[in-house]
Nanobody
Framework: QVQLVESGGGSVQAGGSLRLSCAAS????????MAWFRQAPGKEREGVAA????????YYADSVKGRFSISQDNAKNTLYLQMSSLQPEDTAMYSC???????????????????WGQGTQVTVSS
Protein backbone atom coordinates (compact mmCIF):
# COMPACT_ATOMS: atom_id res chain seq x y z
CA GLN A 1 0.00 0.00 0.00
CA VAL A 2 2.91 2.36 0.71
CA GLN A 3 4.74 3.66 -2.36
CA LEU A 4 8.13 5.38 -2.34
CA VAL A 5 9.73 7.24 -5.26
CA GLU A 6 13.26 8.64 -5.02
CA SER A 7 14.68 11.55 -7.00
CA GLY A 8 17.62 13.95 -6.95
CA GLY A 9 20.47 11.63 -7.80
CA GLY A 10 23.12 12.47 -10.35
CA SER A 11 26.82 13.02 -10.91
CA VAL A 12 28.88 15.43 -8.84
CA GLN A 13 32.55 16.18 -8.26
CA ALA A 14 34.24 15.33 -4.98
CA GLY A 15 33.44 17.95 -2.37
CA GLY A 16 30.08 18.75 -3.92
CA SER A 17 26.55 18.41 -2.59
CA LEU A 18 23.29 16.74 -3.55
CA ARG A 19 19.85 16.52 -1.99
CA LEU A 20 17.84 13.35 -2.45
CA SER A 21 14.07 13.28 -2.10
CA CYS A 22 11.67 10.41 -1.43
CA ALA A 23 8.00 11.04 -2.16
CA ALA A 24 5.81 8.78 -0.04
CA SER A 25 2.17 7.76 -0.21
CA UNK A 26 0.01 5.39 1.81
CA UNK A 27 -1.03 5.04 5.42
CA UNK A 28 1.03 7.11 7.81
CA UNK A 29 1.32 4.32 10.39
CA UNK A 30 3.00 2.14 7.76
CA UNK A 31 5.79 4.72 7.43
CA UNK A 32 6.32 5.83 11.01
CA UNK A 33 10.08 5.31 10.64
CA MET A 34 11.92 5.94 7.40
CA ALA A 35 15.51 5.54 6.31
CA TRP A 36 18.02 5.85 3.49
CA PHE A 37 20.17 2.93 2.38
CA ARG A 38 22.87 2.65 -0.25
CA GLN A 39 24.53 -0.14 -2.16
CA ALA A 40 27.58 -0.02 -4.40
CA PRO A 41 28.45 -2.78 -6.89
CA GLY A 42 30.04 -5.73 -5.13
CA LYS A 43 29.22 -4.40 -1.66
CA GLU A 44 26.50 -5.11 0.88
CA ARG A 45 23.60 -2.73 1.38
CA GLU A 46 24.45 -0.14 4.02
CA GLY A 47 22.10 1.81 6.26
CA VAL A 48 22.88 5.52 5.90
CA ALA A 49 20.40 7.45 8.04
CA ALA A 50 17.01 7.03 9.70
CA UNK A 51 14.30 9.19 11.23
CA UNK A 52 10.96 8.53 12.92
CA UNK A 53 7.83 10.65 13.32
CA UNK A 54 7.07 12.36 16.64
CA UNK A 55 10.71 12.57 17.65
CA UNK A 56 13.70 14.85 17.07
CA UNK A 57 16.10 11.91 17.08
CA UNK A 58 17.98 10.96 13.93
CA TYR A 59 20.46 8.14 13.35
CA TYR A 60 23.47 8.02 11.05
CA ALA A 61 26.10 5.57 9.94
CA ASP A 62 29.56 6.53 11.16
CA SER A 63 30.72 6.92 7.56
CA VAL A 64 28.37 9.85 6.91
CA LYS A 65 28.12 11.60 10.29
CA GLY A 66 28.75 15.32 9.95
CA ARG A 67 28.27 15.23 6.17
CA PHE A 68 24.74 13.93 5.60
CA SER A 69 21.47 15.14 7.14
CA ILE A 70 18.13 13.33 7.06
CA SER A 71 14.86 15.22 7.43
CA GLN A 72 11.19 14.91 6.58
CA ASP A 73 8.39 17.25 5.60
CA ASN A 74 5.28 15.44 6.80
CA ALA A 75 2.93 17.98 5.21
CA LYS A 76 4.47 17.14 1.82
CA ASN A 77 4.94 13.44 2.61
CA THR A 78 8.57 13.74 1.57
CA LEU A 79 11.79 12.40 3.06
CA TYR A 80 15.10 14.12 2.29
CA LEU A 81 18.79 13.31 2.47
CA GLN A 82 21.07 16.34 2.24
CA MET A 83 24.56 15.20 1.29
CA SER A 84 27.63 17.44 1.45
CA SER A 85 31.39 16.96 1.16
CA LEU A 86 30.71 14.04 -1.14
CA GLN A 87 33.55 11.64 -1.84
CA PRO A 88 33.99 8.86 -4.43
CA GLU A 89 33.31 6.33 -1.66
CA ASP A 90 29.74 7.69 -1.49
CA THR A 91 29.02 6.46 -5.02
CA ALA A 92 26.09 4.04 -4.82
CA MET A 93 22.45 3.42 -5.56
CA TYR A 94 20.49 5.18 -2.81
CA SER A 95 17.07 3.84 -1.76
CA CYS A 96 14.53 5.01 0.78
CA UNK A 97 12.58 2.64 2.98
CA UNK A 98 9.55 2.85 5.27
CA UNK A 99 8.33 0.81 8.21
CA UNK A 100 6.43 0.93 11.47
CA UNK A 101 7.78 1.76 14.90
CA UNK A 102 11.36 0.43 14.97
CA UNK A 103 13.69 0.14 17.93
CA UNK A 104 16.75 2.36 17.79
CA UNK A 105 19.20 -0.54 17.50
CA UNK A 106 17.45 -1.79 14.36
CA UNK A 107 16.90 1.48 12.49
CA UNK A 108 19.77 1.00 10.05
CA UNK A 109 19.07 -2.67 9.34
CA UNK A 110 17.28 -3.54 6.05
CA UNK A 111 14.99 -6.25 7.55
CA UNK A 112 13.36 -3.60 9.75
CA UNK A 113 11.59 -2.04 6.74
CA UNK A 114 8.60 -3.33 4.82
CA UNK A 115 8.47 -0.89 1.89
CA TRP A 116 11.24 0.16 -0.49
CA GLY A 117 11.71 2.56 -3.38
CA GLN A 118 13.52 1.64 -6.58
CA GLY A 119 16.50 3.86 -5.90
CA THR A 120 18.37 6.80 -7.40
CA GLN A 121 22.00 6.68 -8.53
CA VAL A 122 24.63 8.95 -6.99
CA THR A 123 28.04 9.11 -8.67
CA VAL A 124 30.92 11.12 -7.21
CA SER A 125 34.01 11.70 -9.34
CA SER A 126 37.48 12.49 -8.05
Amino acid sequence: QVQLVESGGGSVQAGGSLRLSCAASGATYERYCMAWFRQAPGKEREGVAAICRDTDTTYYADSVKGRFSISQDNAKNTLYLQMSSLQPEDTAMYSCAAGGLIGKWRLLLPPSYKYWGQGTQVTVSS
